[in-house]
């Protein structure tokens, strides 16, 4: 089965905060990818990753940033933490090209 | 117009009844399909994918439609814990983006 765990469950930041989201995949997935999830909008995509120190802006990039220095290891960062980045965030890895996503617990960030 | 659109529900239904979701997607050039569950405040988890032919997993049963670009979930003799929100999710590889719907919340009723 694979496994994706995010550090943490649930998290607290004041604004202008530096946040880091951890996302560990332990099935030498190359493609990782990182969502936000709110009420009414579903999950939009922020960045994904198709190789180590690759990155590509997702729908909804502003504000964030990610760090991929090991195949299983992608970074979300909130260079500055602002209340309208509250919201559920999602980690996912995958196989192949067409194969589902597998996501990790999810972190729920509220930015006060 | 939503690339994924599905009805948000509720459907609420008896135990052991059958009920039926569907999804339409706009990019007749997508390629890969799938139905995940997501529960409340919980992440989503792969329930199955969508093949052309159509494929059963135990009292699940998926179908695609290509010419009318819309999938469906069939789910048979419902259990209480099936009530959770189905996302349809629509893959396309020309753009490397997998697109939401933004859920049909089931709730089966005792």
């Known amino acids: 089965d694979v496994k994706v765990t995010q550090s943490s469950r649930y998290l607290v930041k004041r604004t202008g905060e530096k946040v880091f989201l951890e996302c560990v995949q332990d099935?030498?997935?190359?493609?990782m990818f990182w969502y936000r999830q709110d009420p009414g909008l579903g999950l939009r995509l922020i960045y994904f990753s198709y190789d180590v120190k690759m990155k590509e802006k997702g729908d909804i990039p502003e504000g964030y940033s990610v760090s991929r220095e090991k195949k299983e290891r992608f970074s979300l960062i909130l260079e500055s933490a602002s209340t309208n980045q509250t919201s559920m965030y999602l980690c996912?890895?995958?196989?192949?090209?067409?194969?589902?996503?597998?996501f990790g617990n999810g972190t729920r960030l509220t930015v006060t | 117009r939503k690339e994924v659109e599905q009805d948000p529900g509720p459907f609420n239904v008896p135990e052991g009844a059958t009920v039926a979701f569907n999804c339409t997607y706009s990019?007749?050039?997508?390629?890969?399909f799938f139905w995940y569950r997501q529960d409340c405040r919980k992440e989503p988890k792969l329930l199955m994918s969508?093949?052309?032919s159509g494929n059963e997993d135990g009292r699940f049963t998926a179908q695609l439609n290509r010419a009318s670009q819309y999938i469906s979930l069939l789910i048979r003799d419902s259990k209480l814990s099936d009530s959770a929100t189905y996302l349809c999710v629509v893959f396309t590889s020309g753009t490397y983006k997998y697109i939401f719907g933004t859920g049909t919340r089931l709730k089966v009723l005792a």
């Open positions: 969508v093949y052309s």
């Open positions: 099935m030498d997935h190359e493609n």
């Open positions: 990019n007749s050039a997508s390629q890969s």
């Open positions: 996912a890895s995958k196989e192949g090209a067409n194969s589902p996503l597998h």
